[in-house]
């Protein structure tokens, strides 16, 4: 099971599918790229303590994070 993690100001939503389905699989995919759209970026966990920030979907991630921008002021 992958899992895709939002982070907002409410804290967290986790969606978990599973990369061996195709409709599951076509649903994170979109989800990672209507985030991207609208500003979130996107990182993986890549060893420990280590994360990365990818721009195109990743069906073997097991983890993606989804943080918001950040807005100053």
Do not use: C, W
């Not at 990672?32 to 920030?53: D, I, M, P």
Request: a negative charge.
């Amino acid at each position: 099971m992958a899992i895709q993690i939002v982070m907002d100001r409410s804290g967290d939503t986790r969606h978990r599918f599973d990369p061996n389905d195709a409709r599951e699989l076509a649903k994170a995919e979109q989800r990672f790229y209507e985030l991207t759209k609208v500003g979130f970026t996107a990182a993986v966990r890549t060893g420990a303590g280590e994360v990365s920030q990818i721009r195109s979907f990743d069906p073997h991630a097991e983890e993606t994070v989804f943080l918001p921008r950040l807005v100053g002021g």
